[in-house]
């Protein structure tokens, strides 16, 4: 079991453009936390998912923010039109059971706006 | 609101001394607590948390609800510790409140 895999590893964007990043969680975890870094501060939650379904969504930003889990592939966070504000790390985490502290946790994905 | 301070950005010790990283926590109710480390290059993992009441890699924290406390200690450190540390809660059980608040993570730097 390779764990918790997020890609693309670092993600540079102009302002403007959409990023996407990936998170594969671990074999037969179906549920998945998206939580994000910003500089000198704590990780964030911004959603919960489990499989074809947003559970939590309540720390994710209104707008440009959007995330989904589908039946079959990764999750994917989805930021539109990347302000300079979105430079962060972004983490994945994925746990078998509807417990986010039994989580395990992606490398992350670095994103740059510039 | 639920909230988690690590008041220290940076630890500095020498091998072989103590250390104590803090954490104070501000829930209303009763919360789980734990410690995540993140090695050099490697990925967020769980270190400990207070219901389990064990000591991992010679690492204690013990829950005190009066101060709202939950500082991580260690009687010797090892050059290996070195890492970064967040203190981070969420709701007990059958609160709903599973997501988890993390603190802005307190940088330990053990030197020989």
């Known amino acids: 079991n390779a764990g918790v895999m997020q890609n693309p590893r670092h993600l540079v964007r102009r302002r403007g453009q959409e990023a996407r990043l990936r998170c594969s969680p671990m074999?037969?975890?179906?549920?998945v936390y998206w939580y994000r870094q910003l500089p000198e501060e704590g990780l964030k939650f911004m959603v919960y998912?489990?499989?074809?379904?947003?559970?939590?969504e309540s720390g994710m930003p209104k707008e440009r923010f959007s995330a989904e889990f589908p039946k079959e592939g990764p999750s994917i966070l989805r930021i539109q039109q990347v302000v300079r504000g979105d430079s962060a790390a972004y983490f994945c985490?994925?746990?078998?059971?509807?417990?986010?502290?039994?989580?395990?946790f992606g490398q992350g994905t670095r994103l740059t706006v510039v | 609101a639920q909230r988690v301070t690590q008041p220290e950005k940076l630890l500095s010790v020498f091998k072989g001394a103590p250390v104590e990283l803090k954490c104070n926590y501000s829930?209303?109710?009763?919360?789980?607590l734990f410690w995540y480390v993140q090695y050099s290059r490697q990925r967020l993992q769980l270190l400990l948390r207070?219901?389990s009441r064990e000591s991992i890699k010679g690492f204690t924290a013990d829950l005190n609800k009066g101060e709202t406390s939950f500082h991580l200690k260690k009687p010797f450190a090892q050059e290996e510790d070195s890492a970064m540390y967040y203190c981070?809660?969420?709701?007990?059980?059958?609160?709903?409140?599973?997501?988890?608040?993390f603190g802005t993570g307190t940088r330990l730097l053990v030197s020989p």
């Open positions: 985490a994925s746990s078998p059971r509807e417990r986010g502290t039994e989580a395990f």
């Open positions: 829930y209303s109710g009763s919360p789980e």
């Open positions: 998912l489990q499989k074809e379904n947003i559970i939590d």
């Open positions: 207070h219901i």
């Open positions: 074999k037969g975890h179906s549920h």
């Open positions: 981070a809660l969420s709701g007990a059980v059958n609160t709903g409140f599973q997501k988890l608040v």
